[in-house]
């Protein structure tokens, strides 16, 4: 990470987590700069700085180049990406296969990547250029969504002792400026968060690990803003459909006003930063999305407190009265519940065959009548027959 940090001037560095693979992990560093990084790699041995776009085989640690023609498909209409420093893009991450080894930059995340992770699971292989066969077809190569994941977790498990941070100033004027302007086409920045630098400094109010720990989880707050159902942390506006297809005369007829409306009544509003972490929705089955409790059981003093993700096993967070970090190790797949396809019933096993016969024609029915007419009439005259002679038979045995 020094070597790393060497190369490219960045405002933050920090090891964000393992990812495990089928065939190789990845280890992965959240960066924050303000300019954007024009490489893809960065090579950290003694050998001179490689800038062209090389990935990790499968199966050996040689590289192979990308090729243009693997680059996924631009759909004709799609949900435009957040631009670098903003929202899901606000950092930048690297990662490797092992400690060492080039570090190779992520892409920006689209909105489409993360809409598309929502709806499939898919465990790593370790290699950025495979394939990711499920379906729904997923539009992008692993690293795209090893990004999205990425982008999900971050969004979701990022936490923070409550009071470490504070809102700036400018919040207040940017939603007035939100409200002067509805249009909502234009970026707009992500409110600025700030260390607190009073916090934990009051003596007759001291933030103590047993305090952190509580049960209530409302010491804990979220530092990073939630991804909306379109893939991004601010809502975009799609362009209207109804003016597009309606003739210039018509156009007039309708007020802006009226359109302005429906379009504020179809925004999708993020919940609030820094909200308590106990306010978050329970799972399925009722199981509160977050685990907290205490290092050490014994020695208080020298213990930290740890909350656990639910929603995300492997996300962990450790703090203690003045410092805390985010550190997530786990396959980078979000909890869902368990539940198993029910066996099917036994077939029940038919002693009688079914025999496949043709319907009988009209003829074949009246000449069937006629036979067992015939059958009949000649069961009956036999049985006549019979009882005569029985009759003689006793007869002659009386005159004897």
């Not at 077939?347 to 006629?370: G, H, R, S, W, Y």
């Amino acid at each position: 990470m020094k070597r790393l940090n060497n190369e490219i001037n960045c405002i933050e560095m920090k090891f964000w987590g393992k990812i495990f693979g089928l065939y190789c992990d990845y280890y992965i560093i959240q960066v924050q700069h303000d300019k954007e990084i024009p490489f893809d790699e960065i090579n950290i041995s003694n050998q001179l700085v490689n800038r062209k776009q090389l990935l990790t085989s499968k199966y050996s640690n040689h590289r192979i180049e990308t090729k243009s023609n693997q680059e996924q498909e631009i759909l004709p209409f799609e949900i435009p990406s957040e631009p670098h420093g903003i929202g899901t893009n606000q950092y930048t991450y690297f990662v490797t296969n092992s400690p060492g080894l080039s570090w190779i930059k992520l892409p920006d995340i689209k909105p489409i990547m993360i809409n598309h992770a929502r709806k499939i699971r898919y465990l790593f292989t370790g290699c950025l250029s495979s394939k990711i066969n499920r379906f729904p077809p997923y539009p992008g190569l692993e690293r795209d969504y090893l990004r999205a994941q990425i982008a999900r977790i971050t969004a979701t498990t990022h936490i923070s002792p409550a009071g470490y941070y504070i809102l700036t100033d400018n919040r207040a004027e940017e939603e007035e400026e939100e409200v002067e302007d509805m249009s909502f086409n234009n970026e707009r920045k992500d409110p600025n968060i700030i260390l607190n630098p009073e916090y934990n400094n009051d003596p007759t109010n001291l933030i103590t690990v047993e305090l952190l720990a509580d049960t209530n989880l409302q010491e804990w707050v979220h530092t990073l803003p939630e991804i909306l159902s379109q893939g991004r942390t601010h809502f975009w506006r799609p362009p209207s459909t109804r003016t597009t297809n309606l003739s210039k005369g018509e156009e007039e007829g309708y007020e802006e006003e009226d359109n302005e409306t429906l379009d504020r009544n179809s925004v999708e509003i993020p919940a609030p930063l820094l909200q308590p972490i106990g306010d978050d929705k329970l799972l399925y089955t009722n199981q509160r999305p977050w685990s907290i409790g205490l290092t050490m059981s014994i020695m208080h003093e020298y213990s930290l407190c740890y909350v656990r993700s639910n929603v995300w096993p492997g996300a962990f967070t450790l703090g203690h009265a003045r410092n805390y970090f985010n550190l997530y190790i786990g396959w980078g797949q979000k909890y869902e519940q368990f539940n198993p396809s029910q066996p099917p019933l036994p077939e029940i096993e038919l002693k009688k065959q079914f025999i496949e016969q043709n319907d009988p024609t009209v003829e074949l029915e009246k000449a069937m009548e006629e036979a067992q007419r015939e059958a009949a009439s000649d069961l009956t005259s036999v049985e006549y027959t019979s009882e005569e002679e029985d009759n003689e038979e006793i007869f002659t045995d009386e005159e004897y």
